[in-house]
């Protein structure tokens, strides 16, 4: 059995906390609401200092467990019962960050863990460092019902410009994801035909993860209850039946000029991941220019960040990777546990 940290990707609203739900509602997998904690952790790695000494293993969890950007308290796990595995747990970055997620999959007495964020898309590489045997689902979603969707968030407060580049980075990066990841690390499934024909996605998603399907995936809706806080009312669909109501009202929902510019920036990719274009005329110069701009602007913030990174990995003060798992353990050359012995002394 497999015991390899999953985590669902994509572009924002493409159906990724439906396929959470999906993948918590597993006898053997525990998929938490979003958390915040795991990036800024990343780039913060250097304020914890040396994580194979036990007081900096305390002062990360401390602050996973307290600091309210994190919120670590959609886990409901118990925060001085973190700390104490943490600090006793082994010496790397990953290791503590995992230790949350472990503590999360074990209130449900469930074997692995899976996280879902659509931005870590674009920061596979990232989680890699962390979790060196992990395993990647992309969500896709026509691009046109994605920006439609994005525009009535109202956590979003950017114009259609950034939705359309949005979604074009997130094909992007899936492209060079499935170029480069194994073929048992990266998979790629179209909501389109998640919500068509659930139950022979989901057994291909279960092939993939190595774990048998469980019908209980199919309807996932209890879940909801428990993966999905109360307060994001922008998910109040995944407490329903999967359903496909959503799927091409784009056509509703985008002005007419959106359209024409999602066709016209995007139409190679929506094409290339099987999807049809109306034939909207050609949207108007300052609309593809201002798109343009905008996606020059996010490659060079994107490129500038990373390379930030490359620096820090310099001057990195301990083991980044986990070394909770199985293939994790094997990968930092770490002896596996020897069983103890249960029978009785003669």
């Given at each position: 059995?497999?015991?390899?940290?999953?985590?669902?990707?994509?572009?924002?609203?493409?159906?990724?906390?439906?396929?959470?739900?999906?993948?918590?509602?597993?006898?053997?997998?525990?998929?938490?609401?979003?958390?915040?904690?795991?990036?800024?952790?990343?780039?913060?790695?250097?304020?914890?200092?040396?994580?194979?000494?036990?007081?900096?293993?305390?002062?990360?969890?401390?602050?996973?467990?307290?600091?309210?950007?994190?919120?670590?308290?959609?886990?409901?796990?118990?925060?001085?019962?973190?700390?104490?595995?943490?600090?006793?747990?082994?010496?790397?970055?990953?290791?503590?960050?995992?230790?949350?997620?472990?503590?999360?999959?074990?209130?449900?007495?469930?074997?692995r863990?899976?996280?879902?964020?659509?931005?870590?898309?674009?920061?596979?590489?990232?989680?890699?460092?962390?979790?060196?045997?992990?395993?990647?689902?992309?969500?896709?979603?026509?691009?046109?019902?994605?920006?439609?969707?994005?525009k009535?968030?109202?956590?979003?407060?950017?114009?259609?410009?950034?939705?359309?580049?949005?979604?074009?980075?997130?094909?992007?990066?899936?492209?060079?994801?499935k170029?480069?990841?194994?073929?048992?690390?990266?998979?790629?499934?179209?909501?389109?035909?998640?919500?068509?024909?659930?139950?022979?996605?989901?057994?291909?998603?279960?092939?993939?993860?190595?774990?048998?399907?469980?019908?209980?995936?199919?309807?996932?809706?209890?879940?909801?209850?428990?993966?999905v806080?109360?307060?994001?009312?922008?998910?109040?669909?995944?407490?329903?039946?999967?359903?496909?109501?959503?799927?091409?009202s784009?056509?509703?929902?985008?002005?007419d000029?959106?359209?024409?510019?999602?066709?016209?920036?995007?139409?190679?990719?929506?094409?290339?991941?099987?999807?049809?274009?109306?034939?909207?005329?050609?949207?108007?110069?300052?609309?593809?220019?201002?798109?343009?701009?905008?996606?020059?602007?996010?490659?060079?913030?994107?490129?500038?960040k990373?390379?930030?990174?490359?620096?820090?990995?310099?001057?990195?003060?301990?083991?980044?990777?986990?070394?909770?798992?199985?293939?994790?353990?094997?990968?930092?050359?770490?002896?596996?546990?020897?069983?103890?012995?249960?029978?009785?002394?003669?």
């Amino acid at each position: 059995m497999s015991d390899r940290p999953v985590f669902v990707i994509g572009c924002p609203r493409s159906g990724t906390t439906m396929l959470q739900l999906m993948l918590h509602s597993h006898p053997r997998m525990a998929v938490p609401p979003e958390t915040r904690f795991l990036v800024p952790a990343y780039y913060r790695r250097r304020t914890w200092g040396d994580l194979r000494v036990a007081a900096r293993r305390r002062a990360l969890a401390q602050w996973i467990a307290t600091d309210r950007s994190t919120k670590f308290r959609e886990l409901k796990i118990d925060k001085d019962e973190f700390i104490a595995q943490a600090v006793d747990g082994p010496g790397s970055l990953g290791s503590v960050i995992g230790t949350a997620f472990r503590m999360y999959a074990d209130r449900f007495d469930k074997a692995r863990w899976g996280d879902k964020r659509p931005s870590y898309v674009k920061q596979v590489d990232l989680l890699l460092r962390l979790f060196p045997d992990a395993q990647f689902i992309h969500l896709i979603r026509d691009g046109r019902d994605c920006v439609a969707s994005l525009k009535e968030m109202p956590w979003y407060t950017l114009d259609s410009f950034h939705a359309v580049s949005t979604w074009a980075e997130a094909i992007d990066a899936g492209g060079r994801l499935k170029r480069t990841l194994a073929a048992d690390t990266y998979y790629e499934l179209r909501y389109e035909d998640l919500t068509d024909d659930p139950m022979t996605e989901l057994k291909k998603l279960c092939h993939f993860l190595d774990e048998e399907f469980s019908p209980s995936m199919i309807s996932p809706r209890e879940a909801a209850s428990v993966a999905v806080p109360q307060h994001k009312i922008w998910h109040s669909n995944t407490h329903q039946e999967v359903t496909r109501a959503r799927v091409g009202s784009w056509a509703n929902r985008l002005d007419d000029w959106e359209i024409a510019l999602c066709e016209h920036m995007l139409g190679d990719r929506l094409e290339s991941m099987g999807y049809e274009l109306s034939g909207a005329p050609k949207p108007a110069k300052e609309h593809v220019t201002a798109a343009q701009k905008t996606m020059q602007k996010r490659k060079a913030s994107r490129m500038r960040k990373a390379m930030r990174d490359r620096l820090n990995r310099l001057r990195e003060p301990s083991p980044v990777a986990a070394m909770l798992t199985t293939g994790q353990r094997t990968m930092a050359g770490v002896p596996h546990q020897r069983a103890e012995l249960t029978e009785p002394a003669v």
